[in-house]
């Protein structure tokens, strides 16, 4: 069965860093994109860019460029979502996500989130 | 940036009703539309992609329509586990990828 397992939920205070991860399981994890969407509290969808596990060639969305840091470790099949100075702002749920084999920004499947609270 | 909007925000049918969402483009995306369903503490799925084609699993209730900057999403027959809040997705232009708002469709 496919999965995207994403880590567990985190309380950090603004300035602390951060690193969340995400692990495909039922499919071989080089040859699919993998993106991490926001979803900030009662807000919709916002992307922040895509991976390529098998050669980490990384895209941001512009909003996101600079903000964060996407990674990947192929050989435990886990793609990171990574922040160096946390912020209130940065409360949010995040979701991990792989683009589907048609090799189009779709995804087909989604991780199951990770919510990220930010609090002094 | 493609700015989506989808209306309305919020739908209100009963059980068995069809229900019809809506996607507007700021500007033509061609066929490279997604729809997706989220639910609260599951996963978002994938519902439609190219507009128009059913992702694998999703019922034929489920179809979607439309080219250019005008989609519809509609869901012919509402069953209880329907109730969900669904995001359409544009893929023509990117970066960025851009998501409408979302619309939720509540039991009316």
């Known amino acids: 069965e496919l999965q995207l397992v994403q880590s567990g939920a985190e309380v950090k205070k603004p300035g602390e860093s951060l690193k969340i991860s995400c692990k495909g399981s039922?499919?071989?994890?080089?040859?699919?994109?993998i993106g991490w969407v926001r979803q900030m509290p009662g807000k919709g969808l916002e992307w922040m860019g895509i991976i390529y596990p098998g050669d980490s060639n990384t895209i941001y969305s512009p909003s996101f460029q600079g903000q964060v840091t996407i990674s990947v470790d192929k050989s435990i099949s886990t793609a990171y979502l990574q922040w160096s100075s946390l912020k209130a702002s940065d409360t949010a749920m995040y979701y991990c996500?792989?683009?589907?084999?048609?090799?189009?920004?779709?995804?087909?499947?989604w991780g199951q989130g990770t919510l990220v609270t930010i609090s002094s | 940036e493609i700015v989506m909007t989808q209306s309305p925000a919020t739908l209100s049918v009963s059980p068995g009703e069809r229900a019809t969402l809506s996607c507007r483009a700021s500007?033509?995306?061609?066929?490279?539309l997604v729809w997706y369903q989220q639910k609260p503490g599951q996963a978002l799925r994938l519902l439609i992609y190219g507009a128009s084609t059913r992702a694998t699993g999703i019922p034929a209730r489920f179809s979607g329509s439309g080219s250019g900057t005008e989609f519809t999403l509609t869901i012919s027959s509402l069953q209880s586990e329907d109730f969900a809040v669904y995001y359409c997705q544009q893929y023509s232009h990117w970066p960025p990828i851009t998501f409408g708002q979302g619309t939720r469709l509540d039991i009316k």
């Open positions: 996500a792989r683009i589907s084999t048609l090799s189009r920004p779709i995804f087909d499947y």
């Open positions: 500007q033509s995306v061609s066929s490279n």
């Open positions: 039922g499919y071989t994890f080089t040859n699919n994109w």
